[in-house]
């Protein structure tokens, strides 16, 4: 049996040793396959995702690679990711050196791309955002009127919603411990319930389709380098409106409602596109349930899939949530089962069922 078909159709992830010694191994083997002309001083596990694992190379000029790798590339993702970076090349995404395939035992998807010192958003500070806001939002619409792509908002949209039932995605082991934890049948209607409200919102309004987003934006894919920003990650990119993208950096930087209209009014002043608080304000009800449910489904992931291991990845979830918490209680399906959420969220750490 090929290894790639174990992970097919789940998520995978290097194991996570003591040293990492045997990842970096394995990342070294394979940028010797692809490129025996990079001379590396340094390498580092940069984070280890759903799909892929991150490595930060250094080489004996100075130069700084990002190699993303996966054992099983499935779903496409370093495709798309690739795709998406050779069609918006210019000085706010990494610059790609190389895309393939290589035989290392099994066939192994890798994608390189050289990046300028930087830092993330979450190590740098939300408030870096802020204080540079102008130049912030000239390095989102650089990237903006890039190629476009053919996903649409509704089409990625809908595939998110049909991707969020925690059995389309938990191996049985895992779901079952889940069942074992949790009143499931409530943590399925609760999720079933905020997806129907979704979709039902989503024919309230002509979706927009016309604008490039990156339709992701986080503390973790927005750098900073010596005062410029520059965007990562990009397996989300759709055409939409950059009023998705703005919202979720709301939501990220822990912005004040009452402060959400003056940076819409900067955002579109200096992006060159007309006010519409109507359609920023539908957008934001369709994208505040989706991020109820991208943090509830990445929570499920950490400690059901991986066990609390990436305990990084849980500290930032609850990050998150606690910047969002007073947006999310202004929903009614949120703030009738604030209880149970609260205790699904906290139960695998404080042991207490839900």
Known sequence: MKLSSLFKGKVYTFPQTKNQDQDKSFALEVVKRIKPDLVLSDITVGAIKDHYDVFVLKDDKGGIFKLKISLDDSFEVLKKEYNVTKNSASTVVPKLVKYGTVKIGDEVTYLLVDIPPCESLREYGRSSVLGELDLFI???????????????????????????????YLPEESLEALKSYTDYSLCNQFISSLVEETKALMNTFDLPYRYKCHGALS???IFVNSGHFYFDDFKDVFMGHPYIDLINLIFELGVHPDNQFRLLSLFCQKGEINEDRPLFKSIYEIEIRKKILILITE???EVYVYDSYRYNNILNIADTFSHCYERFCKIKMFQENKEFIMKTICEPIFGVKA
């Open 299 to 301: 929570y499920v992931k």
């Open 219 to 221: 503390l973790d894919n």
């Open 138 to 168: 000239n390095s989102y619409f650089i990237f903006q009127k890039t190629k476009g792509v053919r996903t649409t908002y509704k089409t990625h949209l809908l595939s998110f919603l049909d991707s969020v039932d925690p059995s389309s």
